[in-house]
């Protein structure tokens, strides 16, 4: 059978390799170890088809050193131990290896550590390739011992290079209108082994005319949306979502909430991080936020998908589109910082309460003026724990609702001073 043709068109030469230019170009990091000749261990992460297993396989020629690849999902800690013994030999031999370790993320902590001697001592020059973030699926102690590069998406003008080349291999060109060819790289969604895979299947399949993007459609199903719902792509997107909001930029927030529903995203999810920045970003500037966000929520819980979707499109309209401030927010994390370091003053004695006889003799409540009786409902009476100079927390702003809050703020401010004499 012959070689999928991805692998024909594997580059050999660093040169030829599309797409990561801010790695392989003379001042970037790879093309710096190859000027100097001397390569580092690293973790190339990054999606799928973005070219770390190439990337790899270049380097360890380049560098003149042996070649072994592995994948976490298959080796085993024996396969481990043979590779690491040759190469120890190899290495009293004056000969390097590069142990190319695909989906490295899968070895566990246990067995992450098992590299650690053979990458400190240079038996291994360790390449790792994972598309999970390293932050969170390596240990600390191997991931100290690597530079970590990040491999990004092919762009749409990489995937192009690399459909000509495959056109260029095959001596002929690929059956399809220039809509399709639009809609062929957009379903690659920047995986250039995708593409020239399903530029395979196209010429498997010969059509005797030139597919458009109808005929496409119907016979290639796109690929699955890139999405973890527990991983990088959960909480970027729902970062997106959540800074569109704040952003004020409503077109943005849509997308990214459509992008986080077509990926399966549980609804009730999103309807919950919308409460959260009904709360977090909008607060008082707009009080209705909340309520808006809490029905939208159950009209979801009480009608379903997908109907109950729009609902929650409706609330992330309408908060994007809402005065926003944070004032509350930093008020209520200012006072839980006062309350860390006071958290043992006692209440001023005129505001406690005194059910007995004996807390009255004891100046439970002695003082205390009820603010109903007073001429303006205000007694402008201190209620800080006795000692503790009064502090300021909320600070509205400017905006909304917020703006009339201000004044009554204000209002108290001024006489509670007058009150003070």
Not at 142 to 155: A, D, G, I, K, Y
Not at 174 to 202: Q, Y
Not at 245 to 268: F, H, I, K, N, T
Request: overall charge neutral.
């Amino acid at each position: 059978m012959p070689r999928p043709l991805a692998d024909r068109l594997r580059p050999e030469d660093m040169d030829e390799v599309v797409g990561q230019r801010h790695l392989l170009r003379p001042d970037a990091p790879i093309g710096l170890m190859r000027s100097s000749g001397s390569l580092a261990s690293m973790v190339l992460w990054g999606p799928p088809g973005s070219g770390k297993t190439t990337i790899a396989r270049i380097l360890a020629k380049d560098s003149g050193q042996e070649f072994a690849q592995i994948s976490a999902v298959f080796s085993s800690v024996a396969e481990l131990r043979s590779i690491f013994k040759t190469a120890r030999s190899q290495r009293e031999n004056g000969k390097g290896t590069v142990l190319f370790v695909d989906e490295i993320h899968r070895f566990n902590k246990a067995q992450q550590d098992g590299f650690l001697p053979y990458v400190e001592d240079g038996t291994v020059t360790l390449v790792g390739a994972t598309t999970e973030n390293p932050s969170f699926e390596l240990n600390s102690a191997l991931l100290s011992r690597l530079q970590v590069l990040v491999l990004h998406r092919l762009t749409s003008d990489e995937l192009e290079i690399l459909a000509q080349r495959a056109e260029a291999l095959m001596s002929k060109q690929l059956p399809v209108t220039d809509d399709a060819w639009k809609m062929l790289i957009e379903m690659a969604a920047g995986d250039g082994r995708a593409l020239l895979n399903l530029i395979e299947h196209i010429w498997d399949r010969a059509p005797a005319e030139r597919l458009d993007s109808k005929a496409l459609a119907t016979q290639f199903a796109r690929r699955a949306p890139a999405y973890d719902k527990s991983g990088d792509w959960h909480y970027n997107l729902i970062s997106a979502l959540h800074k569109s909001v704040r952003g004020s930029d409503p077109d943005a927030a849509l997308y990214w909430l459509a992008r986080m529903l077509a990926a399966g995203e549980d609804p009730r999810y999103i309807a919950r991080r919308l409460t959260r920045m009904a709360i977090e970003d909008i607060g008082l500037a707009d009080p209705d936020a909340l309520a808006f966000c809490l029905a939208a929520w159950e009209a979801y819980e009480r009608i379903g998908s997908p109907e109950g979707e729009l609902a929650i499109a409706q609330a992330v309209l309408f908060l994007a589109l809402s005065p926003k401030s944070n004032a509350a927010y930093s008020a209520f994390k200012s006072a839980l910082s006062l309350a860390d370091r006071t958290g043992s003053e006692s209440p001023p004695m005129h505001i406690l309460n005194a059910p007995t006889n004996l807390m009255k003799e004891s100046g439970y409540g002695k003082g205390y003026k009820y603010d109903h009786d007073t001429e303006l409902g205000f007694s402008g009476q201190d209620y800080f724990p006795d000692g503790l100079q009064r502090k300021e927390f909320y600070f509205p702003v400017e905006r909304g609702f917020e703006r009339t809050l201000r004044k009554r703020l204000d209002y108290f401010a001024k006489l509670r001073r007058k009150s003070s004499g």
